[in-house]
T-cell receptor, first 114, second 114 residues
Framework: EPEVTQTPSHQVTQMGQEVILRCVPI?????FYWYRQILGQKVEFLVS????????KSEIFDDQFSVERPDGSNFTLKIRSTKLEDSAMYFC????????????FGEGSRLTVL | AQKITQTQPGMFVQEKEAVTLDCTYD???????LFWYKQPSSGEMIFLIY??????QNATEGRYSLNFQKARKSANLVISASQLGDSAMYFC???????????FGKGITLSVRP
């Protein structure tokens, strides 16, 4: 069964450092998303991406965040200068299309900022 | 704007019994989809069931069924014959338009007792 893969599974970084989280969506999917979940809290939408551009972003997704699809398979989330409050699980998700389609989630990348 | 409300405190159920997890929603979109995801302690997001706003029948997927009451704007998840492996966090979510983001509720913790 096709799946969304994320790397790294866990990253520890120092405050102020840049972090890149990588995702490989399902190959024929067209819409990509990043979500964040602070430990024990709700899953929060960060950004959606379609046709090589951001289609929607939340207020969380400020200038410290950026997304990129550098090639035909990878979808990355970059945090330029990490803060303590960026510690969370980051989920990548993709969907083929249509309102009935489920979002396929990756297993998440846990980011710990010290 | 869409809103998902999950207000139940942690839920407990005896193994082999049924349990209902509550979810209410609010949206101005005429067409929308409702989803339930399971998040075990390992952290991944597992899709369980989908209900479309125009679906005439309640969705069912194995031991999962969705009690959809459109007039009340509720989409409760019913798990029949609970198993120990059902112990997890459960999130209700909705999408207002095709390929738009999922909006999540804060989740409900379910514990299945042997």
């Amino acid at each position: 069964e096709p799946e969304v893969t994320q790397t790294p599974s866990h990253q520890v970084t120092q405050m102020g450092q840049e972090v890149i989280l990588r995702c490989v969506p399902i190959s024929n999917h067209l819409y990509f998303y990043w979500y964040r979940q602070i430990l024990g809290q709700k899953v929060e939408f960060l950004v959606s991406f379609y046709n090589n551009e951001i289609s929607e972003k939340s207020e969380i997704f400020d200038d410290q965040f950026s997304v990129e699809r550098p090639d035909g398979s990878n979808f990355t989330l970059k945090i330029r200068s990490t803060k303590l409050e960026d510690s969370a699980m980051y989920f990548c998700a993709s969907i083929g299309g249509g309102i009935t389609g489920e979002l396929f989630f990756g297993e998440g990348s846990r980011l710990t900022v010290l | 704007a869409q809103k998902i409300t999950q207000t139940q405190p942690g839920m407990f159920v005896q193994e082999k019994e049924a349990v209902t997890l509550d979810c209410t929603y609010d949206t101005s979109d005429p067409s929308y989809g409702l989803f339930w995801y399971k998040q075990p302690s390992s952290g991944e997001m597992i899709f369980l069931i989908y209900q479309g706003s125009y679906d005439q029948q309640n969705a069912t997927e194995g031991r999962y069924s969705l009690n959809f009451q459109k007039a009340r704007k509720s989409a409760n998840l019913v798990i029949s014959a609970s198993q120990l492996g059902d112990s997890a966090m459960y999130f209700c979510a909705m999408r207002g338009g095709a390929n738009s983001k999922l909006t999540f509720g804060k989740g409900i913790t379910l514990s299945v007792r042997p």
